[in-house]
């Protein structure tokens, strides 16, 4: 595509909102279904915008321009839309809420105020994504919040370390949250982390594995860190997490790290399988004997 086209396609495809829905577009070249390296940084844009969007569904539409038969560019329209559905699960969008793939075929040249044809049709090879975010949840009333026994309320990780503990146990960092894409922890998940870290230094008698998850990915295969761009974004959380317990002040000697792909989904909202976990796998407990884990 020329410099002018490219322009035009840019300016096209930016963010565009529109009532309630989050829409953007993505271009192709002739007879093409793989994303030009210029319209995937466009795409991984977008996809970093979503962070903090709470997804109610995604619609996937591709499109081919009016050269060719209608069944080649029914395939090909489709194709380019499996495309950037592969690239949204690669980056930590759920495949639970696209719910709509589809190829639309040609689009007829359309009557707008632009003369080159070419250009036209260059518009018209695209895939058209549509985000429809959830409504906002809106503050329970002050009567409905005295209804929760403050008994029923779960103990804070930090907490949990403190207790009793066995060889083996699972302790998921509760509140420890990841920004889509990134192995780098929210800004209001930093107190939680530092409470961790002080009580694994206070427990230095136990001995434990930093498993980090990702959501979303095809296959159970790891996502892409979008810092990197390398395909580890389980193992960068993980060890995120190793290095900020070394820097406050746990010995390495008691840690380990490990990434765990997208092997053990938690099954409710992805944002929840965006976490870190420790495993338990030896207590040095002088009045006990020592166990160590299998």
């Known amino acids: 595509m020329n410099k002018l086209v490219t322009f035009v396609l840019i300016f096209f495809g930016s963010l565009i909102h529109s009532q309630n829905n989050i829409t953007h577009e993505v271009y192709f070249e002739t007879d093409k279904y793989e994303v030009i390296p210029t319209e995937e940084n ?19 539409f591709g499109f081919c321009d009016d050269v060719g038969a209608d069944s080649y560019n029914l395939k090909l329209s489709k194709q380019r839309a499996e495309a950037i559905k592969a690239i949204l699960s690669n980056h930590e969008i759920s495949e639970n809420v696209i719910t709509n793939v589809d190829g639309k075929g040609e689009v007829l040249l359309r009557i ?34 005295q209804k929760v026994p403050v008994d029923e309320k779960p103990l804070e990780t930090a907490e949990v370390i403190k207790g009793e503990l066995k060889v083996g146990d699972k302790i998921r960092f509760e509140n420890i949250l990841f920004k889509t894409g990134y192995s780098l922890i929210n800004p209001e998940s930093k107190k939680t982390l530092n409470d961790i ?20 990915t095809q296959f159970s295969r790891d996502a892409i860190d979008r810092k990197t761009k390398e395909r580890n974004l389980s193992v960068a959380r993980a060890k995120y997490v190793y290095d900020y317990f070394i820097k406050k002040g ?22 929840y ?20 884990s299998e």
Do not use: W
Request: proline fraction near 5%; include cysteine.
């Open 42 to 60: 466009r795409l991984l844009q977008f996809i970093s915008g979503l962070a903090d969007i709470d997804i109610e569904s995604i619609a996937i």
């Open 112 to 145: 707008v105020n632009e003369t080159n044809v070419s250009k036209i049709r260059g518009l018209n090879r695209k895939v058209e994504i549509i985000i429809n975010p959830k409504p906002p949840i809106l503050p329970k009333k002050e009567e409905e919040k």
């Open 273 to 292: 399988d965006r976490r870190v976990e420790i495993v338990i796998n030896y207590i040095d407990d002088k009045n006990k004997k020592s166990v160590e």
């Open 250 to 271: 746990v010995s390495k000697k008691r840690m380990r790290y490990l990434g765990m792909r997208r092997k053990f989904p938690l099954g409710g909202d992805p944002k």
């Open 197 to 216: 870290a002080e009580a694994l230094v206070e427990r230095d008698n136990i001995y434990f594995t930093i498993e980090g998850h990702v959501c979303c």
